[in-house]
């Protein structure tokens, strides 16, 4: 369905791209909305029906969140970000969810946008468009996977740019570098990465997780040793790694620990 149900905040006619979530209904109190990765220029088909259908199967009711990519720019991507926690939370009863057990969850850049919404959630990004925007777009639980944390140092240069364009002001890559906006109200977090991941640095989830540690927001972090960027449930044929592939189970058991199921 739509994301947005009339005016679309930020929409360019020229850009022939309309806001979508699905929905993945399955039998948990808990839900997850899901950001797939892509570098901010698109949307990896792996890490989100698929891994939607790997949430059913575990009984996790999920959300796939198509959002704007580039040409867009900030602030469209978490005004498409916060909608999707706003639009679920207004249709929990719907959807047999507690509207205090919304988690989102990204995979890349995907987990930048999710990573966003956790830290950023108290900010207005763009004008109310409809009651559905009078719901909180804080969510109750981060899980972020080889996730874009970084704007400065440790930074994936392809996500910058489409994100925030080529000359960008130190402010806005201070604003969308996650690790200095976490605070003792952000959510509970899981994060995994691998140690060569040679696309996206292995700092950008150490320095969220420290930042965590800082704020002492409980979180859990797991770090593989081999592994490229990019690996999914890490068990496609074309991305098989079965010791990475360890981390779905972590994360059920991280899930139930929570009482999402």
């Not at 959002?67 to 009863?93: E, G, T, W």
Request: hydrophobic fraction near 40%; charged fraction near 25%; include cysteine.
């Amino acid at each position: 369905m739509n994301l947005w149900e009339k005016e679309i905040p930020y929409y360019d006619e020229s850009i022939d791209f309309i806001p979508q979530i699905t929905a993945y209904p399955s039998t948990s109190k808990g839900a997850v909305v899901l950001f797939p990765g892509g570098g901010y220029v698109g949307r990896a088909d792996h890490e989100g029906p698929l891994t939607a259908k790997w949430l059913n199967s575990i009984g996790i009711t999920a959300f796939v969140v198509d959002y704007r990519v580039a040409p867009y720019k900030h602030p469209a991507q978490i005004s498409d970000a916060m909608r999707a926690v706003k639009l679920v939370r207004a249709n929990a009863k719907k959807y047999g969810i507690d509207k205090d057990k919304i988690a989102v969850m990204g995979f890349s850049a995907g987990g930048h946008l999710a990573g966003s919404v956790a830290v950023h959630y108290d900010k207005q990004m763009y004008e109310p468009t409809d009651k559905i925007d009078k719901e909180s777009c804080r969510p109750d639980a981060c899980i972020l996977c080889y996730p874009v944390i970084d704007m400065l140092e440790f930074r994936h240069d392809g996500s910058r740019v489409n994100l925030l364009g080529e000359r960008v002001a130190q402010e806005d890559k201070e604003l969308m570098s996650l690790q200095l906006h976490v605070t003792k109200d952000t959510p509970k977090t899981f994060l995994w990465h691998t140690s060569e991941d040679n696309a996206v640095p292995v700092q950008n989830t150490l320095l969220y997780a420290t930042a965590l540690a800082n704020a002492n927001v409980p979180f859990e972090v797991h770090i593989y040793p081999h592994g490229c960027h990019g690996l999914g449930l890490a068990s496609l044929p074309e991305k098989l790694n079965p010791h990475v592939a360890q981390w779905k189970d972590s994360l059920d058991k991280w899930l139930a620990l929570n009482e999402w199921k």
